[in-house]
């Protein structure tokens, strides 16, 4: 009986033993599919790659999507970074890459949203292209019927073939445009022919009518306005640095001209901390001649006071003229729509007269990739319909935060505006598809800083109107002459503008030594051109 019962345990024993290693071969015969990224909110880029990770692993049950956000702080980053790139540049790294050109994240933090500087894992993908460190995915991508390639920009496409063959897939892009409200413009004398021509024309133009509130909207940093920084082919700087000059001195009065107004501003309210947010605005606004509420903090926002800047804040009406992104048009286009105003949508070209457009967001299949074919795949759902007008996008409750940060667990919908700078690729009938995606967010926005129930209504009815004018589409028939991918040297242009005036003495020109912010700045391309 006892060798009866130590015969059933062994075999019991036996059977558990075999039952957990087929478990554990199970496990270990799923695909492992590396994904690299940069952390974002959780209701930005981070939530749609989970929502395509989920639906993607769904679709390949033998497949486990191991994504992977870089560091945020600067030493693990460094560390991080250099171990990944060895591991690249030995024939291994991930199986796909999915990052954002700017070197400036979105992060979460509890109760707010934190921007940071990081260094990029590709200084320039340009020169990354150039350098074999992604797969060259032509042959998949000219063979893929899946993909809407009839609808995608394919200007913007071909940006990512090097002599024929296709390193990057671009997800998302950028033009500079000018919103122009034509009855300010017009009262104030400022000749709207003049936004047909350069940054510098139009920085001058404006700085001669006086007008701060213009001033505030003419400040654009953005090096597109360059007509092209690097020479790839013979590795060389192509930048004029008398044009530099012209455009950093013509940016330091106008700065200096907007704190003008912030002086005059504190002799009529000098303890503005007594006076409710939305009662200072109204003065400070009808000063200017603006005479309307507005439901965000117009001093936090273009930073007279030296405060943050809240990117994501509408300007439309505290800026009559705004130099901005294409997403802008999801804000100006529907209140100027609202209040029956003829507005001014135009591209902003460069010094040469060429528009160039920048890749924003892109993804690539990496060249030690295991499986290029699968890694091309789940990067081109990034391309699908779903993802680039973002009905994938997640919705509330957050389910999973990212690794690193607080996660974001409010009410909110999702955050207000797109999920990533710029516009998707698949900009055909994008502008109305988003629009009605940004209607739903009017509904339940947060509108705490200082928004009176009557500001809250106003922003409700835009919400609640129908599609968008057709005279803003004209923005997307413009022909990109150029299309250029931001990198680690053009990205530096904020820093150098942002020591050209005191903002603690309401934006004074400083001392700075413009001609040797110059010389550094050439040195630093060149530089940047031997490393790459």
């Known amino acids: ?18 039952s957990a290693l087929l478990c554990a071969c199970d496990r270990g015969d799923k695909q492992v599919l ?5 952390q974002t909110t959780w209701d930005r880029m981070n ?24 560091p945020t702080e600067k030493q693990e980053r460094d560390v991080f970074l250099q171990k990944l790139r060895t591991d690249i540049m ?100 400022l000749d709207l022919d003049v936004l047909n ?11 001669k009518t006086e007008a701060p509130y213009l001033a505030g909207g003419a400040l654009f940093e953005d090096m597109s306005i360059f007509s092209s920084l690097i020479d790839y082919d013979l590795r060389r700087s192509t930048l004029d640095p008398e044009l530099l000059k012209r455009y950093l001195v013509g940016y330091q009065r106008l700065k200096a001209l907007l704190g003008e107004a912030y002086v005059d501003y504190n002799k009529e309210a000098p303890d503005s901390k007594t006076i409710l947010l939305e009662e200072r605005d109204r003065i400070f606004l009808e000063k200017l001649d603006l005479k309307k509420y507005i439901y965000c903090n117009y001093f936090s926002d273009i930073e007279l006071a030296g405060g943050n800047i809240d990117r994501n ?74 993802s680039q007008w973002e009905s994938n996008r997640p919705k509330r409750p957050y389910v999973r935060p990212i690794k690193g940060t607080a996660g974001n667990t409010s009410n909110d919908t999702h955050y207000p505006g797109l999920i990533e700078s710029g516009w998707p690729v698949l900009d055909e009938d994008s502008l109305q598809t988003l629009w009605n995606r940004r209607r739903k967010q009017l509904y339940v926005r947060d509108l705490e800083r ?9 922003m409700r009815q835009i919400g609640l109107m129908g599609e968008l004018n057709d005279e803003c589409v004209t923005i997307f028939d413009v022909e990109i002459d150029r299309v250029l991918f931001g990198s680690a040297v053009s990205n530096v242009l904020p820093e150098i503008l942002a020591s050209l005036n005191d903002t603690h003495e309401s ?23 031997l490393e790459g």
């Open 1 to 18: 009986m006892m060798k009866a019962v130590k015969r059933s345990v062994s075999l019991i024993l036996i059977l558990i033993t075999v």
């Open 34 to 38: 590396w994904v690299i990224t940069e």
């Open 47 to 70: 939530g749609q790659l989970y929502e395509v990770e989920r639906a993607f692993e769904l679709l390949h049950g033998d497949v486990e999507v191991k994504v992977e956000y870089l």
């Open 90 to 189: 030995q024939g291994g790294g991930p199986d796909c890459y999915l990052l954002p050109t700017d070197s400036t994240l979105i992060l979460d933090v509890p109760s707010q949203y934190v921007y940071t500087e990081v260094e990029p894992l590709f200084p320039d993908v340009e020169l990354a292209m150039r350098s074999g460190l992604f797969y060259d995915v032509s042959k998949l991508y000219d063979a893929d019927e899946t993909l809407p390639k009839g609808e995608l920009n394919e200007t913007i496409m071909d940006s990512g073939v090097v002599d024929g063959k296709r390193f990057v897939l671009p997800l998302r892009y950028d033009i500079p445009v000018i919103y122009a409200r034509n009855d300010y413009l017009e009262r104030v004398g």
């Open 197 to 207: 021509g350069d940054i510098l024309s139009i920085m001058d133009a404006v700085y």
């Open 313 to 386: 804040a509408p300007k439309t009406e505290y800026y009559p003229l705004w130099i901005g992104s294409m997403q802008d048009l999801l804000e100006y286009a529907p209140m100027m729509q609202f209040e029956e105003n003829e507005l001014t949508v135009l591209p902003l070209r460069s010094f040469d007269g060429d528009l160039a457009a920048t890749v924003t967001y892109y993804a690539a299949v990496g060249a030690g990739s295991g499986d290029p074919e699968l890694a091309y795949e789940f990067l081109t759902r990034f391309l699908s319909k779903e």
């Open 450 to 458: 200082g928004a009176t129930s009557e500001q809250k209504s106003r």
């Open 507 to 529: 934006n004074e020109p400083t001392s700075v030594d413009i001609d040797k912010l110059i010389n550094d700045y050439v040195e630093n391309i060149r530089f940047h051109i």
